[in-house]
Nanobody, 128 residues
Framework: QVQLVESGGGSVQVGGSLRLSCESS????????MAWFRQGPGKERERVAG???????????FYASSVDGRFTIAQDKDKRTMFLQMNSLKPEDTAMYYC??????????????????WGQGTRVTIPS
């Protein structure tokens, strides 16, 4: 059973920064994708950023328009860890942040894909 463990959440002022980490128990180099999602109060879960590979080569980096230019997704495959650097944080970034990954052949990392593995989440709060 794959385990994904997030860390790094917290409460920071508007304009501040946080760095989220997601450590995997499985080899992330063999994954099809790894991604960050978030779910704000009263909102649906949304994809924030993702790294997508094909044939072991990264071919797509995704950012939601709401975070593009402020958030950066990265991986350290040797440490089996994915990161989300979040800068210029806004109150609307307040949410539970989840990491997810998929190792199933030809499957991807999007909301509703049943083969994805999820972490337990880490809370980010940006008071207005």
């Amino acid at each position: 059973q794959v385990q994904l463990v997030e860390s790094g959440g917290g409460s920071v002022q508007v304009g501040g920064s946080l760095r989220l980490s997601c450590e995997s128990s499985a080899d992330i180099a063999s994954s099809n994708c790894m991604a960050w999602f978030r779910q704000g109060p009263g909102k649906e879960r949304e994809r924030v950023a993702g790294l997508y590979t094909k044939g072991g080569t990264q071919y797509t980096v995704f950012y939601a328009s709401s975070v593009d230019g402020r958030f950066t997704i990265a991986q350290d495959k040797d440490k089996r860890t994915m990161f989300l650097q979040m800068n210029s944080l806004k109150p609307e970034d307040t949410a539970m942040y989840y990491c997810a990954a998929n190792w199933e052949f030809d499957d991807t990392c999007e909301v509703g894909v049943p083969s994805m593995h999820w972490g337990q989440g880490t809370r980010v709060t940006i008071p207005s």
